[in-house]
Structure formats: structure tokens, C-alpha cells
């Protein structure tokens, strides 16, 4: 597609519930990451992925959090047992290679109540 | 550990009024500064990529300055629609780093 594209952009679900947030990148870009934005800070970087494998995930808060891109291309970001300090925007982003700029989605925002 | 501040925190200038944000820096290494423009509810939209001290780039009213330790966004005769949060990143040498973000500077230009 054109852009980044992450759906839903709104997810208001209760603690303890089980929720999926997908990103699609933009084509033929293999990196893809995923950050997580709290209200009045900035972007913070949760998972790596170039290609199909998981490249880094050293972002990753602890092990309810897990994301897959199982054919290199669309990825879903899956969190377990939500808590309220889950609360966020979930931001993905794409690029063509290594280095460079990164190309943002609109962002999930995830409310737990 | 790479690490990004910016200051202010927040900034209100007057429509034509004229100032620059800074972004001070520490890498292993710098790859690459880059500058994002946040507007609310949106994701960042990309400004500026700057790879090495004395660079410059220029959009429109922006225009992005690096040295060894900081870059500046400069702002001339601002506009209300300039109203953002600025955002600052930085990537590292050291494998696939990611882009490490500042907190940001969230800009009100009033008319």
C-alpha cells in the first residue's frame, strides 16, 4: 500500500483480556518495527523484525508481550493478559533496509480498563 | 546506551515569531539524526535525516542543523499550522539499532 496501515486505530478492552494489533507495511519494505508511544513521551521501541525473524526484541516489556510476521510482510503484535499499565499508543513502522528513516502508521490506540 | 533529550519541553510563540528547538545527543556511533513532526492523534511523519556535524537541511520554514553532541530545528516566522510535537532520533553503528527517541518538544504557534 501506500503507507503504513494498522488496524484497529481504537481497542478498548478489560484487564486480563487477550488482544492483537496488526500492522501492514508498506510493500517491499523488509524492516519492521514496533514502538509504544505513552501519553507525552516519546516513541519506545519494543521489536525488530527484518524479514520473517525477529531481529531484536530486547524491547519487549516481559513475555505477555509477543509478535510474529510469519510470511515477511503483514506483522501482529499480541499481548496476554492485559493490564492497565498496557495502556498506549502501539506505533509500527517500515523502512527498506538497515538504516535510514523510518515510516510511521497512524498508531493503535489500546485503552484497558 | 544511546540517549536523546530535547528542550524545551514545550514551546508558545507568536505567528512570525521566530526560535529553534535542540536535541542533545549521546551515540556509539552516530548513523543518522532524524527529525519527526507528531501531530495529535497521528503517527510521526518524517522531516529530516542528517548523517554528519555541519550538515543542514531545509523544508519550507524548517531547517535542521547537526553538530558532534546536538542538532537544532530552526523555525523561522512560524505558522499556527507548525503546531506539533517535534520529535528527535537517533541510530547507531552497533548492528540494527533502532531509532531512539526524545520525549519531544510540543510546539503552539499562536495567531
Known amino acids: 500500500g501506500a503507507g503504513v496501515s494498522q488496524t484497529p486505530s481504537n481497542k478498548v478492552t478489560e484487564k486480563g483480556k487477550y488482544v492483537e494489533l496488526r500492522c501492514d507495511p508498506i510493500?517491499?519494505?523488509?524492516?519492521l518495527y514496533w514502538y509504544r508511544q505513552s501519553l507525552g513521551q516519546g516513541p519506545e521501541f519494543l521489536i525488530y523484525?527484518?524479514?520473517?525473524?525477529?531481529?531484536?526484541d530486547s524491547g519487549l516489556p516481559n513475555d505477555r508481550f509477543f509478535a510474529v510476521r510469519p510470511e515477511g510482510s503483514v506483522s501482529t503484535l499480541k499481548i496476554q493478559r492485559t493490564e492497565r499499565g498496557d495502556s498506549a499508543v502501539y506505533l509500527c513502522?517500515?523502512?527498506?533496509?538497515?538504516?535510514?528513516?523510518?515510516?510511521f502508521g497512524e498508531g493503535s490506540r489500546l485503552t484497558v480498563l | 546506551e544511546d540517549q536523546v533529550t530535547q528542550s524545551p519541553e514545550a514551546l508558545r510563540l507568536q505567528e512570525g515569531e521566530s526560535s529553534s528547538l535542540n536535541c542533545s545527543y549521546t551515540?556509539?556511533?552516530?548513523?543518522?539524526l532524524f527529525w519527526y513532526r507528531q501531530d495529535p492523534g497521528k503517527g510521526p511523519e518524517f522531516l529530516f535525516t542528517?548523517?554528519?556535524a555541519g550538515e543542514e537541511k531545509e523544508k519550507e520554514r524548517l531547517k535542521a542543523t547537526l553538530t558532534k553532541k546536538e542538532s537544532f530545528l530552526h523555525i523561522t516566522a512560524p505558522k499556527p499550522e507548525d503546531s506539533a510535537t517535534y520529535l528527535c532520533?537517533?541510530?547507531?553503528?552497533?548492528?540494527?539499532?533502532?531509532?531512539?527517541f526524545g520525549k519531544g518538544t510540543r510546539l503552539s504557534v499562536i495567531a
Open positions: 513502522a517500515s523502512r527498506s533496509g538497515v538504516a535510514g528513516e523510518l515510516f
Open positions: 523484525f527484518q524479514g520473517t525473524g525477529a531481529a531484536d
Open positions: 510493500s517491499g519494505h523488509t524492516a
Open positions: 542528517l548523517y554528519s
Open positions: 551515540v556509539s556511533g552516530l548513523r543518522g
Open positions: 532520533a537517533v541510530q547507531g553503528f552497533s548492528g540494527n539499532t533502532p531509532l531512539v
